[in-house]
């Protein structure tokens, strides 16, 4: 996943979130490159996407979102705190989200 995907990735969710889709729940696992997307303070150019405020908003609106622990591992970042509400996880669980879900939509 390039940052552009992580970019379309996030606008999706709040999308779902919207008054037509009330009972849905929105799950987001981050894997390989989009991993980095879960580390807070990032410094953005102008005009670019602010990813972990997109990330905050996810979370803020009952979303889920978790990071690969060992794609987290594999850049090095592991061991830096991430975004507030993100939780670093792991491929069962990403099993066990996809295998419950009505909907999958991978980027």
């Known amino acids: 996943m390039n940052w552009l995907s992580c970019v379309r990735a996030r ?9 037509s889709h009330e009972n849905k729940e ?3 696992f981050l894997m390989a490159d989009a ?3 879960a580390i807070p303070n990032q410094t ?3 005009g670019d996407y602010n ?3 997109m990330v905050k908003a996810v979370i803020h609106k009952g979303g889920q979102v978790k990071a690969c622990d060992t794609c987290l591992d594999a850049r ?5 705190p991430l975004i507030e509400g993100v939780e670093a996880s792991n491929m069962p669980q990403l099993a066990q989200w996809t295998l419950a879900a009505d909907k999958v939509l991978t980027f």
């Open 11 to 19: 606008q999706y969710p709040g999308l779902l979130r919207d008054s």
């Open 26 to 28: 929105v799950w987001v």
């Open 35 to 37: 991993a980095t997307c």
């Open 44 to 46: 953005i150019s102008q």
């Open 51 to 53: 990813l972990e405020r």
């Open 76 to 80: 090095g970042l592991k061991t830096l």
